[in-house]
Every structure is written in structure tokens, then in C-alpha cells.
């Protein structure tokens, strides 16, 4: 493969995202979703990952941990998540969302879903299952590289 398709690739991959979150944007203030973006971003982070803790999401998102801190704390005062102590490392605080971040999150799934199924409505199921495992592939290798480095 040659670096131009390579560059291609990563570069409509971009173009994609930015297309998803556009649309993600465009639904919030729709819906007059109570969330910012950054918000919405930390929130389905922590539905996808259960346990997490502020350390895994700074380095996830590589946004600067004041930032995250605020965010969590906005999300916090607004009671979509939890804190609890880490049982084998008290210092370690890990990340929850509470009920009602689950009702938020399960409703953002389904309109984030809807809108990953508007985009890609002309590609038959087996092709979406393809892209899809070319692309956990290509994350694999990505993660790899980076262990390396």
C-alpha cells in the first residue's frame, strides 16, 4: 500500500468523524440535550467504560486534566455520575454513571445509532460488518505501534 492511500485512508476516516459529530451537534440542540459536547464525549465514554477511571479518560481523550476534571465535575453536579473509592487502592477514584446518566446515556445510544445508520444506510449489512472488522484491525495495529514506540 502506498503512503498517499495510507494518508487517504486516515484522512477520510477524519472527514467521517467529523461528519458523525456534526450530526451528533446538530441532534443535541435539536433535542435541547442539557449536555455540552464535551460532556456527551466524557458521558459515553464512561457508559462504554464501566470502572474507568480520570486517568484512563485523560489518556483516552488526551485532553489536558483540568479540562476533564471540570467536565467531571459538571457531570457530577448534575447527578449523571459517581465516584467510588477503588476497593484495592483507596486513592484511585472509579467512574459511574448513575441511574439517571443511564437513562441519558441509553437515549443518546439510540440517537447516536440512528444517525451511524442514516450515514451508512447504502452499504448492505455485510459490507458494514467487513468495514468494520478492517477497521478494529487497523486499531489493533495502531494500539501495537504505540506500545512499541
Request: charged share 30%; glycine share 2%; hydrophobic share 35%.
Amino acid at each position: 500500500m502506498t503512503t498517499d492511500t495510507s494518508l487517504h485512508i486516515f484522512d477520510t476516516l477524519h472527514d467521517l468523524l467529523h461528519l458523525f459529530r456534526r450530526e451528533i451537534r446538530q441532534d443535541l440542540e435539536a433535542n435541547q440535550e442539557v449536555l455540552t459536547f464535551g460532556e456527551l464525549r466524557v458521558l459515553v465514554f464512561i457508559g462504554r467504560t464501566p470502572n474507568c477511571t480520570q486517568k484512563t479518560l485523560v489518556a483516552h481523550s488526551r485532553t489536558d486534566k483540568a479540562q476533564i476534571a471540570r467536565t467531571l465535575a459538571q457531570l457530577k453536579n448534575k447527578g449523571l455520575i459517581t465516584r467510588s473509592r477503588k476497593p484495592e487502592d483507596r486513592r484511585v477514584h472509579l467512574l459511574h454513571l448513575s441511574d439517571e446518566g443511564q437513562v441519558i446515556f441509553a437515549r443518546l445510544n439510540q440517537r447516536r445509532a440512528s444517525i451511524a445508520q442514516r450515514l451508512l444506510a447504502d452499504y448492505p449489512a455485510e459490507q458494514q460488518t467487513l468495514l468494520l472488522q478492517l477497521l478494529q484491525q487497523a486499531r489493533q495495529q495502531a494500539y501495537d505501534c504505540e506500545r512499541e514506540r
